[in-house]
């Protein structure tokens, strides 16, 4: 069975093959400014109903202190920086179909023609590997690792959360939860490019799970081993999608 051409092939090849580096720079360009765009109109969508969000991402905090407990700032301009922090990795969350698509959209040209119509499953579970990333981490990482850290208020110690220092261990954690949970889908890309094969990662397996465990300890807030564990298990369980889905493509591309 002859192999594909990648799409673009015969007179399209011969066309992509003559855009010089400055055309690709200046669509890579274009494509980030439409993803800036529309993290923007994300951001003002989050900010408008900014304060039921505060509500929701303060919970976790809340729920282990004292009743009557409050966030606090100390300056001025705190709360309104920390609300347009909270909204704009919100509109990152809501955004991200839209950045998804674009990306797809640069990389495909240099695909086969039977990949280019992946675009769709790639955004889709683009998206839900995404905001599944950001989820658990609200509702498994988070609670375990703010009871854990609030546990050390004693009679002697009391804790005054602060506003700005809580919520940018908030955004940092969740945006980090949802690129870590990107994991499968970089697989497949680089999969897609020829970068790597089943055959890479399993024969890396042991180093990956190395480097999963370390980046577990340095995104858990908590220096407790059972926390580290919760993110480094799906981690781990991702990895091993990853290696299986990088084997369908090896397995669709050798009998194209």
Not at 134 to 148: D, E, L, N, S, W
């Amino acid at each position: 069975m002859a192999a594909e051409a990648p799409a673009g092939g015969g007179a399209g090849a011969a066309a992509q093959a003559e855009l010089s580096l400055v055309e690709h720079l200046a669509e890579l360009r274009q494509r980030l400014v439409r993803s800036l765009l529309a993290v923007a109109v994300g951001t003002g969508a989050a900010y408008a109903v900014i304060d039921p969000l505060f509500t929701v991402f303060s919970r976790p905090l809340l729920d282990v202190l004292p009743a009557g407990s409050a966030l606090i700032f100390t300056s001025y301009p705190e709360a309104f920086f920390t609300y347009l922090k909270l909204a704009f990795t919100v509109g990152v969350f809501l955004a991200s179909p839209f950045v998804l698509y674009q990306a797809w959209a640069f990389v495909a040209p240099g695909l086969y023609a039977h990949e280019r119509r992946l675009a769709l499953p790639f955004v889709v579970f683009g998206t839900l590997f995404f905001v599944g990333g950001g989820a658990f981490g609200y509702f498994a990482a988070f609670p375990a690792a703010f009871r854990f850290l609030a546990g050390y208020a004693s009679d002697g110690l009391e804790l005054l959360p602060s506003l700005g220092e809580y919520f940018s261990l908030v955004v940092r954690l969740l945006l980090a939860f949802g690129a870590a949970f990107e994991l499968p889908l970089v697989m497949v890309l680089l999969a897609l490019a020829g970068v790597v094969d089943a055959r890479m990662l399993h024969r890396g397996r042991k180093y990956a799970v190395l480097l999963i465990f370390v980046a577990a300890a340095v995104l858990t807030p908590t220096p407790d081993v059972v926390n580290q564990c919760v993110l480094a298990g799906p981690l781990w369980l991702l990895y091993e999608l990853s290696v299986g889905l990088v084997w369908l493509v090896g397995r669709r591309r050798r009998r194209a």
